[in-house]
């Protein structure tokens, strides 16, 4: 081969190399586009027990974990509906209810165990009631039928051996409690924090706790099972967020509950009476809760004994496999971190 001919094969190699080049950085940014996801919307309401997600983004913890989040917060009973269209990624929620929604079809996967209410969940009565035993032939409310609230009472109620045959029930939402109990619609209802703490102020007694019942209430993270599968590290992210969130909670009180509060709209000593009526399991307390076990505070032991509930109630007809809600991998993987 002549210098010439030599000449014109390496133009034309480097030109061809150019095209490569210029072809093979188009696919990589085309591929980089793909994965650039909108913020992962989480709604929850103002519940001071989960509150801490606040702290996660206030202290940019999200943004050190390399992943958006976009907080919403309104009441459950409009985040619910907004969960259901598809409107939402994920929610703060009450476990029963998250079952509930799941038996309906609304495919979910529970990924971290957020709090187990203590005091901070309760029954809220007239101040003339010293006990339970007292609402006989009384009017009592819960925020829904057969969602956690409405379990809780129940149970509530038939340990000092009440009943639906010797007690009405009403429908009251949380934050309408104390003014339905001071027009006389009720005379007790279920409520959490900080109703309870208002409630107390006014002169109404508080009748039942939520640690009474070990396990009837807990306060889970769930997300749609496609988010689950199309984003997974971020959804990681946001667990081990919530996790370094509590641990500053823990070590940094006044500040955490500062921060919370000011989010939230609710006042410091409102927070911190919330925060006090909660157990918050963190990543270890995750991993029991997320183990096979008959134990209240197990997923499976709390939900398999609300499954009965409805199935007793002719709401399922057969109980479902909780391991198809229940996804544990992203607490597991913490745990090894």
Known sequence: MNKKNKYIVSILIIVVAGVFFQLMNKQENNQHQKIVHPPIRIALNDFPGFAYIYIAEKKD??????????????????????YKNKQLDGIFVIYNNVIDMFVNGVDSKVVYVLDYSNTGDGIIGKSEFTSLADLEGSVVSFDGFNNASHVYVLKALSAVGLN?????????????????????????????????????????????????????????LAFHGQIVKERPDEIQAIVKSLEEALVFLKSNRDEAISIMSEASGISIEEMANGI????????????????????????????????????????????????????????HRLKKE
């Not at 999200?62 to 917060?73: A, C, M, S, T």
């Not at 924090?193 to 889970?220: F, H, N, Q, R, W």
């Not at 479902?320 to 991998?329: A, C, G, K, R, V």
């Open 61 to 82: 913890i999200f943004k050190k974990n390399g992943v958006q989040v976009e907080i919403i917060q309104k009441p459950a009973t409009e985040y619910y509906e907004l």
């Open 164 to 220: 639906e045959s010797n007690t009405s029930f009403e429908v009251v939402a949380v934050n309408n409690v104390l003014t339905a109990i001071k027009d006389g619609k009720i005379d007790a209802g279920y409520a959490w924090e900080p109703e309870l703490s208002k409630g107390v102020a006014k002169g109404y007694k508080l009748l039942s706790t939520a640690g009474d019942i070990p396990g009837s209430i807990t306060d889970v």
């Open 276 to 331: 006090s009526g909660v157990i918050h399991p963190g990543v270890d307390g995750n991993s029991i809760a997320m183990s096979r076990s008959s134990s209240s505070s197990s997923l499976y032991g709390s939900g398999d004994y609300f499954l009965q509930f409805l199935l007793s109630r002719g709401q399922v007809i057969t109980i479902p496999n909780l391991e198809q809600l229940i996804d544990p991998s992203f607490v």
